[in-house]
């Protein structure tokens, strides 16, 4: 066996305990995880390593954030959408059932938002069942 060389270290007790921690996790000594750890970030392919993960991770994000606006211009021309055909299609109402129409929209409102958050906090999203939908549309037809 290769005599090994002797070197003390001083490390923040934080360090340390992170050390500890994750010498145990291994079941391994902590001087054995010091050296790999040393070792590694000595090693010529330690920054193409890095690299790579950093590499993957942004990957990673830019499908996310590729979900994410696919999904946000799909809540956006449904709104559009539902406005338009809203608008296009309720006649003004009359002067005099403005005041009690107000109250029963505000009534709505809160029933509507009420619905939303348990739809958002259970259900299926609408969002799922459109790609679902699309998705079946292009199969079929």
Avoid: C, H
Avoid at 52 to 65: F, G, H, I, S
Avoid at 89 to 100: I, M, S, T, Y
């Amino acid at each position: 066996m290769p005599v090994k060389a002797r070197l003390s270290v001083y490390l923040a007790p934080e360090t340390m305990e992170a050390l500890a921690a994750y010498a145990d996790r291994r079941d391994r000594s902590r001087a054995l995880n010091a050296e790999a750890a040393i070792a590694q970030s000595l090693s010529p392919d330690a920054d193409e390593a890095r690299e790579a993960a950093v590499t993957k991770r942004l990957d990673q994000l830019d499908r996310r954030m590729n979900r994410l606006e696919r999904d946000v211009g799909i809540a956006v021309e449904m709104i559009a959408m539902f406005v338009r055909f809203w608008m296009s299609n309720a006649p003004p109402p009359p002067e005099g059932e403005r005041a009690l129409l107000r109250k029963q929209g505000g009534e709505r409102y809160d029933n509507f938002m009420a619905a939303l958050g348990r739809r958002l906090a259970k259900g299926p999203k609408v969002r799922q069942e459109i790609a679902e939908d699309v998705r079946g549309e292009g199969v079929d037809g």
